[in-house]
């Protein structure tokens, strides 16, 4: 199995800040990696898929990047409503998937 | 507009079963991938099934052979049977529709649509 971990685990940023967040797989999947924000009390929101194609109406200060075992996604200028947890999802198995942990980012 | 209604969650003792439903609109649901979701309290995601739009399915390690997923299209929902329930089980249930391909063709595999969930309680 596809195991997958981020870091941070959480982290504490303010708003305009660039936030870095990491996903690393525990094997090659090349492109095969998604991001979704999922913020309290709601069902996910799919950011990114392929590693870097936004999806549509997801704003351009999110990004992603990455190919292999190694991934990253980056917001640019953090926002109030930015303030979530961050998944990343593999998809190399697909249509069997696989989650991150979760990163989550909170104010400073 | 695209909406998914998850239904059927509560409490059960351990070793019991629940039959979770999810009712789908707004698209054309033969077409799409439909996938379980869950999440324990405070924890992360974890996908736990999946049936295609020709109705192969898979199953997460932790509950193939417990859980069975199953689709009614002339019914436009999708269904969780659950048996011999753990308190480890114990989640919120999210269905979401699965995307395989993008309108370019390159493989997303994304879950861009999903319900607001249901709550099951494994507990005695």
């Known amino acids: 199995d596809i195991q997958m971990t981020q870091s941070p685990s959480s982290l504490s940023a303010s708003v305009g800040d660039r936030v870095t967040i990491t996903c690393r797989a525990s094997q090659s999947i090349s492109s095969y990696l998604n991001w979704y924000q999922q913020k309290p009390g709601k069902a996910p929101k799919v950011l990114i898929y392929a590693a870097s194609t936004l999806q549509s109406g997801v704003p351009s200060r999110f990004s992603g990047s990455g190919s292999g075992t190694d991934f990253t996604l980056t917001i640019s200028s953090l926002q109030p409503e930015d303030f979530a947890t961050y998944y990343c999802q593999q998809t190399y198995t697909t249509p069997q998937f696989t989650f991150g942990p979760g990163t989550k980012v909170d104010i400073k | 507009e695209v909406q998914l209604v998850e239904s059927g969650g509560g409490l059960v003792q351990p070793g019991g079963s629940l039959r979770l439903s999810c009712a789908a609109s707004g698209f054309t649901f033969s077409n799409y991938d439909m996938h379980w979701v869950r999440q324990a309290r405070g924890r992360g995601l974890e996908w736990v099934s999946v049936?295609?739009?020709?109705?192969?399915?898979y199953y997460s390690g932790s509950v193939k052979g417990r859980f069975t997923i199953s689709r009614e299209s002339d019914k436009n929902s999708l269904y969780l049977q659950m048996t011999n329930l753990r308190d480890e089980d114990t989640a919120r249930y999210y269905c979401?529709?699965?995307?395989?391909?993008?309108?370019?063709?390159?493989?997303?595999?994304?879950?861009?649509?999903w319900g607001q969930g249901t709550l099951v309680t494994v507990s005695s």
């Open positions: 979401a529709r699965g995307v395989r391909y993008d309108s370019s063709g390159y493989y997303s595999g994304v879950m861009d649509h």
């Open positions: 049936i295609g739009a020709a109705g192969d399915t």
